[in-house]
């Protein structure tokens, strides 16, 4: 099935991904990370006004994943950095996972560096997130180092920082 890329640019978009992101961080994160860090991080980098702060002055851009049945089966952001771009923000719903969702966003994440001459995606990721770790493995992320960050009101992120390089078209 052929998935589509939506560049979040309204109000509405905004809400969905926020939507999107207290659904599935509740359901998927519950196993690595506190029902209080979740909601801590989820107001702090994913609630509406975190997203349109993100977008409009930090450079990011989200966008919805929407599968050829209609659905909306997840989210991403990125933004471009140093000739790279930083995938900040990777979550496919529980019912779409399996279902090579990843390995399509991927490619376009791929194609938007080869677009823009960008050399490498890197990205971080919860040394406790076993999935989705064995997941960038496959797709030609390595493990630069160990990164443990200190985001506030007592919580940490505990995470590795992976990177691909993107091959020149």
């Known amino acids: 099935m052929k998935l589509r890329f939506q560049h979040v640019h309204t109000v509405e978009e905004t809400a969905e991904v926020a939507r999107l992101a ?61 000739g790279k771009l930083f995938l900040s923000k990777f979550y496919i719903g529980k019912e779409y996972r399996g279902r090579s969702y990843a390995s399509q966003a991927l490619a376009f994440l791929e194609k938007l560096c080869q677009d823009r001459n960008l050399t490498h995606i890197w990205l971080t990721v919860n040394r406790d997130n076993e999935s989705s770790i064995a997941v960038y493995k496959r797709k030609g992320f ?28």
Do not use: C
């Open 22 to 82: 207290a659904e599935i961080w509740r359901e998927y994160y519950v196993s690595i990370i506190t029902a209080e860090q979740i909601d801590y991080m989820l107001g702090k980098f994913q609630s509406v006004p975190a997203i349109t702060h993100q977008i409009q002055h930090q450079g990011y851009e989200y966008y919805l994943i929407h599968n050829g049945e209609g659905s909306t089966a997840g989210y991403m952001s990125a933004r471009q950095e140093e």
């Open 142 to 169: 390595l493990t630069l180092r160990e990164q443990i960050a200190d985001i506030g009101n007592g919580f940490v992120m505990d995470d590795y920082i992976m990177e691909k390089e993107i091959p020149v078209p």
